[in-house]
């Protein structure tokens, strides 16, 4: 059995699947360091509760903890900076740890630089300007926190922010924080167009966050985005994957997937 297959039966926050399958006593450490590279440790450590994992699962949720502090302090001193932003790929509908902070300023260059001004004097330190983007740094959390003006890979800009500025809503964090965050749909189309399109790559986390966000999203409107912003062949290519997954999983694809995969036509193949 791969490690992909061991973390799909041993974790489970879909209804889909169909049993939950306990790790093997000694496959715990290599489980465990696959789940860091999919970014997906908390997951994979509650539901693997041990004697190993008891050390580890209190360090994650500290980081966890200090992620959430860390996101309701930028988020309140851009609210009363009076910055249009959302935060996005950030806050997972599992309970998840973060090195970094991504947020979309609305508005033009100007707005950009206040952020990060506003962000400087309230003592996050620079950590690099990029063509799209500006970095500041909580160190006291140990988190980067990405500011940015385009959602964009070196100067391509990728997805454009102002077909998102009308899918912002107020997000109340488990520490009771409220924070303004991207909406289900929107922020699952980011998610996918970073996955495809800047990483390359698909990790797990992005499969149980797929999976929750269906839940949550209506269909039409997710797909509508998707139309808007001209994602369409990397979201099908990344609920196929999903799908795909999940079947390895033993679950079973929910009706919201089906409805995406069929209703996102295929590419054209090219004229001679």
Not at 43 to 52: A, G, P, Q, T, V
Not at 193 to 198: E, P, T, V, W
Not at 217 to 226: A, G, H, K, P, R
Request: net charge positive; glycine share 4%.
């Amino acid at each position: 059995m791969s490690l992909t297959e061991v973390l799909l039966k041993t974790i489970s926050v879909s209804p889909t699947q169909r049993k939950q399958t306990p790790i093997a006593p000694g496959a715990f450490m290599e489980s465990y360091s696959y789940a860091q590279k999919n970014r997906i440790v908390l997951l994979f450590l509650e539901s693997n509760k041990s004697d190993k994992s008891e050390e580890l699962l209190k360090e994650e949720v500290r980081k966890y903890n200090a992620m959430l502090t860390s996101v309701s302090m930028v988020s309140d001193n851009l609210s009363r900076g009076r910055i249009n932003y959302a935060i996005y790929k950030t806050i997972r509908p599992y309970r998840s740890a973060t090195v970094d902070i991504d947020i979309i300023v609305f508005g033009d260059k100007k707005d950009h630089w206040r952020s990060f001004e506003i962000l400087n004097k309230n003592g996050y330190q620079l950590s690099v300007h990029g063509p799209q983007s500006s970095t500041v740094m909580d160190t006291g959390a140990k988190i980067g926190i990405d500011l940015y003006r385009e959602i964009a890979v070196s100067n391509v800009v990728y997805l454009d922010k102002n077909k998102l500025a009308d899918w912002t809503t107020m997000l109340t964090l488990p520490n009771g924080c409220q924070i303004r965050n991207l909406k289900p749909e929107a922020d699952l189309l980011c998610i996918i167009a970073h996955s495809i399109i800047k990483e390359q790559m698909y990790v797990l986390s992005e499969y149980y966050t797929f999976l929750d966000y269906l839940k949550q999203m209506n269909v039409d409107s997710f797909l509508t985005l998707v139309k808007q912003n001209n994602l369409t062949i990397p979201t099908r290519t990344h609920a196929n994957i999903t799908a795909l997954l999940l079947k390895m999983g033993n679950g079973i694809i929910p009706l919201q997937l089906r409805e995406i995969i069929t209703r996102l036509p295929k590419a054209s193949k090219p004229r001679a």
